[in-house]
């Protein structure tokens, strides 16, 4: 794992993206592919780090993800995000996906990474990021 839950086990960071896993999302084993995973945490960063940016951003760096537990059909995926660090033009994003068990209401980390962001102009060129922005 790329970075530790809270002391008490509970998610690091703000709650940014919650959906329910359906049939359609499932890999040929029948649990819900790691790509769709992915990007959930793709958009709960995206989410975060226009916040943070006050505009567009783009990703441009994932830090090694493991899967520590499937997804299942019915559970509720929740993806959690902590801005770590804001430089100049980009930030780096530590976002952990967790599934509440469908039925049980169980709570597991399933997978956590860095996402490195960049904040862009109009034209696709890096940008500041404003400093005067207070993180919600």
């Not at 469908?102 to 060129?125: C, Y």
């Amino acid at each position: 794992m790329t970075g530790e839950t809270t002391t008490d086990g509970r998610p690091r960071g703000s709650l940014t993206v919650r959906v329910i896993a359906m049939p359609a999302d499932t890999n040929a084993n029948g649990d819900i592919f790691g790509g769709w995973v992915l990007s959930r945490m793709d958009q709960a960063g995206g989410i975060a780090s226009v916040e943070r940016a006050k505009g567009r951003v783009v990703t441009i760096a994932i830090e090694a993800m493991t899967f520590i537990r499937p997804v299942k059909v019915g559970d509720v995926l929740e993806v959690y995000t902590d801005v770590e660090k804001v430089g100049r033009t980009s930030m780096k994003i530590h976002i952990e996906a967790w599934a509440r068990r469908f039925m049980t209401h169980h709570h597991e980390k399933v997978t956590d990474a860095n996402f490195t962001f960049v904040a862009i102009d109009e034209e696709g060129r890096p940008r500041p990021i404003p400093r005067d922005t207070v993180q919600a």
